[in-house]
């Protein structure tokens, strides 16, 4: 792995279903993020992590969860998904703790609920 | 509240010079990213201002001024490599969410 990837690469969901997307990063950062962009709306943060076993909420936090057991993990879990979760999703990720730092941007997971 | 405004679509010549603007509200300040995102592609960093004052990075430069709320990224001897969308995003102290980006300026650069 080099950098940070995700997974999967684009996914088609029954409304109702749980999903979990996962999100991997190999440069040892401290501070992770989960955004979803939407055409017209941009990049809003949904949950970040400053540091392992740490999350807070972003700007859209609702319908969402997030975990952050290790330094390496940030999955994203959607526990019941709605049409309106459809969207691009981006993980990154920072290498200081806090949120001032540049972002490392994975290449995104194209998340469509029907 | 925060909000963030940005021209919404800009073109420019191959070889000109562009200034994308970028004003914000918010509710306390800590610092402004310009990132560049190419069409189907995830962002990447160009800059980041926590003072006042023009930070030049090759082509790119990014300039703050916290009194008025405002913020620019020039690009000078453009190519058409950057045609992309750039997007401007503020960390704020307080409220809902520590950082907010705006909806984006997508520059089309043209022969």
């Known amino acids: 792995i080099a950098g940070i990837t995700q997974a999967p690469t684009s996914q088609i969901l029954a409304a109702g279903r749980r999903m979990t997307l996962r999100c991997t990063q190999d440069?040892?950062?401290?501070?992770m993020y989960w955004y979803r962009q939407d055409l017209g709306l941009g990049l809003r943060l949904i949950h970040y992590s400053n540091t392992a076993g740490t999350t807070g909420k972003g700007e859209v936090p609702d319908g969402y969860s997030v975990s952050r057991a290790n330094t390496d993990d940030f999955p994203l879990t959607l526990a019941s998904a709605v049409p309106s979760q459809t969207s691009v999703y981006f993980c990154?990720?920072?290498?200081?703790?806090?949120?001032?730092?540049?972002?490392?941007f994975g290449p995104g997971t194209r998340l469509t609920v029907l | 509240g925060q909000n963030i405004d940005q021209p919404t679509e800009m073109t420019a010549t191959e070889g000109a010079i562009v200034q994308i603007n970028c004003t914000y509200q918010?509710?306390?300040?800590?610092?402004l990213f310009w990132y560049q995102q190419h069409a189907g592609e995830a962002p990447t960093f160009l800059s980041y201002n926590v003072l006042d004052g023009l930070e030049e990075k090759g082509r790119f430069s990014s300039f703050l001024s916290r009194s008025k709320g405002y913020s620019y990224l020039l690009l000078k001897e453009l190519q058409m490599k950057d045609s992309a969308s750039y997007l401007c995003?503020?960390?704020?102290?307080?409220?809902?969410?520590?950082?907010?980006f705006g909806k984006g300026t997508r520059l089309s650069v043209i022969a």
């Open positions: 990154a990720s920072s290498e200081g703790e806090g949120l001032d730092n540049e972002q490392f």
């Open positions: 440069m040892r950062h401290n501070a």
């Open positions: 995003a503020v960390l704020v102290i307080s409220g809902n969410t520590p950082l907010v």
């Open positions: 918010t509710s306390g300040f800590n610092g």
